[in-house]
């Protein structure tokens, strides 16, 4: 199997991946299945349908990707995937990040 963590990895472009499994996802189903966030990184946590691993989602305005965490001490985001995505935007606040796509918002509180 194929790892991010690996040199040679190269990040897919203009799809989104699963880190764990490789399973094609999308923007709907990764804020369906994400709980929690980390604000300041911009980091929402994903539990993917397809194999049930959790991976991070890094979002920004126009802009989500894939990945997953490694390093000490701090922990470092690994690119899986990522996509450029006009109708999505994100707001930051200290306890949440608000996520809209085409018209739904979905709220997902800091982890504490
Ligand atoms: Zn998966």
Same mark, same amino acid.
């Given at each position: 199997?194929?790892?991010?963590?690996?040199?040679?990895?190269?990040?897919? &472009?203009?799809?989104?991946?699963?880190? *764990?499994?490789?399973?094609?996802?999308? %923007? $709907? =189903?990764? #804020?369906?299945?994400?709980?929690?966030?980390?604000?300041?990184?911009?980091?929402?946590?994903?539990?993917?349908? &397809?194999?049930?691993?959790?991976?991070? *989602?890094?979002?920004?305005?126009?802009? %989500? $990707? =894939?990945? #997953?965490?490694?390093?000490?001490?701090?922990?470092?985001?690994?690119?899986?995937?990522?996509?450029?995505?006009?109708?999505?935007?994100?707001?930051?606040?200290?306890?949440?990040?608000?996520?809209?796509?085409?018209?739904?918002?979905?709220?997902?509180?800091?982890?504490?």
């Amino acid at each position: 199997m194929n790892s991010i963590f690996q040199a040679d990895y190269t990040i897919v &472009e203009n799809k989104l991946l699963c880190p *764990v499994c490789f399973a094609k996802t999308d %923007i $709907g =189903t990764i #804020l369906r299945c994400s709980t929690v966030s980390w604000p300041y990184q911009h980091w929402i946590y994903f539990q993917c349908p &397809e194999c049930g691993g959790n991976s991070h *989602v890094e979002v920004h305005n126009q802009q %989500i $990707g =894939t990945g #997953l965490l490694d390093g000490a001490p701090g922990p470092c985001f690994f690119y899986c995937s990522q996509m450029q995505e006009p109708d999505f935007w994100v707001e930051e606040h200290s306890t949440m990040l608000v996520c809209t796509y085409k018209e739904n918002r979905y709220i997902f509180h800091a982890k504490t």
